[in-house]
Nanobody, 123 residues
Framework: QVQLVESGGGLVQAGGSLRLSCAAS????????MAWFRQALGRGREFVAA????????YYADSVRGRFTISRDNAKNTVYLQMNSLKAEDTAVYFC????????????????WGQGTQVTVSS
């Protein structure tokens, strides 16, 4: 089993930056695809970014490409999401997820989930 704990969320003004962290425990994540999803109030869970374990390839939702950067440090068993140029529409609970049994954008394919961290962007 893998336990994931997100941190780094908070309140920030539009145009600002935040860095989310996802610390894993229980087993190493070096052989898992890791991803970030988000869920705004009243909406479904939305893919944000993913990083593969094979070659560290990264993939982003169109809405965040160029502003967000996903990275991983397998030595620290941690995944990060650097969020720059934040917009009010980025406001959501952000979830870290691990492993993917299907397409990397599909939440149903991820076996491990954190509890989420709130990101609020004021305009």
């Amino acid at each position: 089993q893998v336990q994931l704990v997100e941190s780094g969320g908070g309140l920030v003004q539009a145009g600002g930056s935040l860095r989310l962290s996802c610390a894993a425990s229980g087993r190493t994540i070096d052989s898992y695809t890791m991803a970030w999803f988000r869920q705004a109030l009243g909406r479904g869970r939305e893919f944000v970014a993913a990083i593969f374990w094979t070659d560290y390839s990264t993939y982003y939702a169109d809405s965040v490409r160029g502003r967000f950067t996903i990275s991983r440090d397998n030595a620290k068993n941690t995944v990060y999401l650097q969020m720059n140029s934040l917009k009010a529409e980025d406001t959501a609970v952000y979830f870290c997820a691990g492993y993917s049994g299907s397409h990397y954008t599909e939440a149903s394919g991820y076996h491990y989930w954190g509890q989420g961290t709130q990101v609020t962007v004021s305009s």
